[in-house]
Each structure stands twice: as C-alpha cells, then as structure tokens.
C-alpha cells in the first residue's frame, strides 16, 4: 500500500472517529464487511454495543462480525430469527411497519431494509444515543464488484453522481423511529476526502485480486484483521442471510394471483415478491405513486418516476442503452 493512501486511510479513521465522539455514537450495526469493520477498527473505544442482525446463525456475516467484535473486544449483540418458529409471522409484523416508512415493493430493498430495521429497533432498546452504520462505504470507495472493470473516467463519473445523490434507508428510518444515525463513510468530511483520493487507492490489486475500497481493506489489514480485509464483496441480503425472504415471499403469491394483481393495478411485476409486497401495500392502504406527468422519466414496469435512471418504488435502473434491469422470476416473462 503507498504512502498517500495509508495516510488517506489513517485520515478517514481520525474523521469517523471525531464524529462519533463529537455526536456521541454508542452503537455500531456491524455485518463484518470491509465498511463497518474499517468503523470498528476506527471507534472500537467509543461505542457501548456493536449489533449484528442475520438471519439465522449460518448466515456468513455472523461469522466475520464475531471475529472483529473478538479481536477489539466489542459487547457484541447478536440478533436472529433463528429461534422464531413462526418467521412469516413476525417478518409481516415487521412489514407492517416498515413498509409505510419506505414504501417500496422493491424486493431487494425491502430485504435489506428489514434486517437494519431490526438492528435500529434493537439498538433503541438498549437504550442507545445514537447509531452508526456503514453506509458510503461502496459509494465513495467504489466498493461495489460491478465497478471493477470501469475506466478510471466512468469511476470519477460514478463518484460525481453519488457525492451529490446518494441516500440511505438507515437515516429514513432513523428518522422515523426517533434515533439518530450517522452513516460512517458518507458524512461531509469524507465527502471531501473521497474526492480527493486517487482511484488507485479505491480500486487496486490486493493478494493478486483486483478490489474495490483498497486502502480501507490494506487499512484492516496492517491492523490485524487480515481474514476481513480479503473477504469477497457480498451484499447485504446474502451476508445477513435475509435472501431467504425472497422465497418466503414468492410462496404466498401464485403467478396467477401476480398476473391478475399487476393487471388491475397497470404494473408488469417483475417477480411474486414483487406482487406480495404490493399486496401488503395495498393491505396497509397505502397510497401507490401516481404516474409520471414526464413520460422521458417514467418507469416502464410501474409509471412512477425515475430519478437518475433509478425507481424508488419498484426498483427498476434504466442503463445508459435503456436497458431495463431488476430483480425478477419467471413472473418477468409475462409481460415481454
């Protein structure tokens, strides 16, 4: 690792640092993924529990967020569904009030989103004064596996874009549950710092593996986490193990049911999760986007709104070539 990223590094750890003390952060969400293990490593003295959320104990981010809560000596809170016996049961009790704070029937993000619920509603009975998560992290440090083979001129594009727009569900509902939270690696000082840091220091060969966040993971590295700092790149819902809610989900709908569904309601559903989840919408009666007065920026499968090529409401992403990508099933061949 160069000189000039182990001092950006080192810099990046000092600022997250002064902002958990300064906000006094006491609770970290820890999935033992390069972000919130970088945090960790960052403000392991000033925070009272660290939480972790999976879905049951063979979910593959137990495994890293006990090794870093073991080696800097971190209480550790560990949150599964494991003993529940009726899963579908609480997950909708879950749904029922998640959903009318994010209000989306975008599997991906609802499945995301359950488990952070569960970390933050945790975190308040503990009696926490604030929590920090790792958002950012991919966004600024181009963490993310699809940005691994871009020019180093879409890179800069990419981080243009999300230095101005990204937003995270943990702030949403934290707002909403009355919890502050403070997104680790996406605050203005490591705005700044992200924009001045080569693309070499984000993107970068470690171990002969070209990854994204380099100097984060050379950072957990040189500091003893070795077995973290090479881990694979994983998304949230498969660490946390919540995927299994996909199946959950696409149980309760029948292609029929979703056909029928998408038709009264004007949607091409991608999937039955797509289709249970606006179910529960609709049981909730709440209230479903209206479609866009500009057709340039309408969604093709909903009619709601894009915004930077992306729908909230349903999650489609419009490529630069109008390509049309989304979570589906076999749902998807219904409508093309």
């Not at 160069?2 to 006491?26: F, M, R």
């Not at 403000?43 to 939480?51: C, P, Q, V």
């Not at 943990?170 to 992200?194: C, M, Q, R």
């Not at 950072?219 to 996909?246: D, H």
């Amino acid at each position: 690792m160069s000189s000039a990223c182990i001092s950006i590094a080192n810099t990046l750890s000092k600022i997250i640092k002064y902002e958990v003390t300064k906000g006094n952060y006491d609770v970290l969400l820890l999935s033992g993924g390069i972000d919130t293990s970088f945090i960790a490593l960052s403000i392991r003295d000033s925070i009272k529990y660290a939480i972790t959320v999976a879905f049951n104990y063979e979910a593959p981010d137990i495994k890293y967020a006990r090794l870093v809560s073991n080696y800097l000596g971190l209480k550790h809170v560990i949150t599964t569904l494991s003993n529940v016996k009726q899963v579908s049961k609480v997950i909708d009790e879950y749904l029922n009030e998640l959903l009318p704070i994010i209000k989306t029937i975008d599997p991906i993000e609802v499945a995301c989103d359950v488990p952070l619920y569960i970390g933050l509603k945790t975190a308040l009975e503990l009696g926490c004064n604030g929590v920090v998560t790792g958002d950012g992290g991919d966004e600024l440090f181009l963490g993310y596996s699809f940005l691994l083979g871009r020019s180093e001129e879409d890179l800069k594009l990419w981080l243009n874009n999300v230095l101005r727009n990204a937003t995270f569900s943990s702030v949403i509902i934290g707002n909403y549950l009355n919890i502050k939270v403070l997104t680790g690696l996406y605050i203005t000082k490591v705005k700044y710092l992200a924009a001045s840091t080569p693309i070499s220091c984000c993107v970068n060969t470690l171990g002969k593996v070209l990854v994204g966040k380099y100097l984060l993971r050379s950072y957990l590295s040189m500091n003893g986490l070795i077995e973290v700092a090479t881990r694979k790149k994983t998304p949230v819902i498969y660490g946390s193990g919540f995927n299994e809610l996909l199946k959950l989900w696409s149980s309760k709908v029948s292609i029929d049911e979703a056909i029928k569904l998408g038709n009264k309601y004007g949607i091409k559903l991608p999937s039955r999760p797509h289709a249970y989840l606006l179910k529960k919408l609709i049981q909730l009666d709440l209230d479903l986007p209206r479609e866009c007065s500009d057709e340039s920026k309408r969604c093709p499968v909903c009619g709601s709104c894009l915004v930077n090529n992306f729908c909230r409401f349903c999650g489609t992403y419009l490529s630069k070539n109008g390509a049309v990508q989304h979570y589906s099933d076999e749902l998807v061949r219904t409508w093309y």
